[in-house]
């Protein structure tokens, strides 16, 4: 057996010859495939049920469904008007994480990035962006170099907004 033939069969790559004899039954039909293919089985037959949503206090067709009291009502939350941003302007990438810590609390961060290096800049508009899509959240730019980085469960009013477009 040359050495190529010996690697192949060590990293299982060559052929089982010896196994050839248990492929097939005597009988047993072949596949399409070749000798010993692999055949899938036959998908089971879809049970199509009738779904129909029922009316409100209509009572299923199974019978009545013991009555369940509830205290508690689901309502989603509203956005709040009234948050302040807190306004920060870091002078490294380690700063990323305090800009994160404020954002995960419900709290809107301006990010003010001038005068850094377009190299620093450019990674934490990435990072702020990236938390924002992860939090479905918003990022808005303010002013040149300045970014309004908004919590999902939070609105700026527009008053703040233009009173931030102002300051800068």
């Known amino acids: 057996m040359s050495m190529l033939r010996k690697a192949m069969h060590y990293l299982g790559l060559a052929p ?23 055949v899938p089985p036959e998908p089971p037959e879809a049970h199509h049920a009738a779904i ?13 469904v013991p ?19 807190y306004a920060m302007s870091p002078s490294s990438f380690n700063e990323a994480q305090s800009v994160a810590d404020k954002y995960m609390a419900g ?28 939090m479905r959240g918003s990022m808005e730019r303010v002013t040149n170099q300045v970014y309004l980085l908004t919590p999902s469960n939070v609105e700026v009013s527009a008053e703040e907004k233009r009173r931030l477009r102002e300051t800068d």
Do not use: H, W
């Open 107 to 134: 709290i809107p961060v301006i990010m003010n990035l001038q005068g850094l290096e377009r190299d620093l800049s450019r990674r934490l508009v990435d990072f702020a962006s990236g938390l924002c899509y992860g």
């Open 52 to 64: 129909r949503p029922l009316a409100r206090g209509a009572e299923p067709a199974s019978g009545p």
């Open 16 to 38: 089982d010859d010896e196994y050839d004899e248990y492929d097939d039954e005597p009988g047993a039909p072949v596949p399409s495939g070749g000798r010993s293919g692999y």
């Open 67 to 85: 009555a369940v009291r509830t205290t508690g009502v689901v309502r989603p939350l509203a956005p709040q008007s009234s948050a302040k941003p």
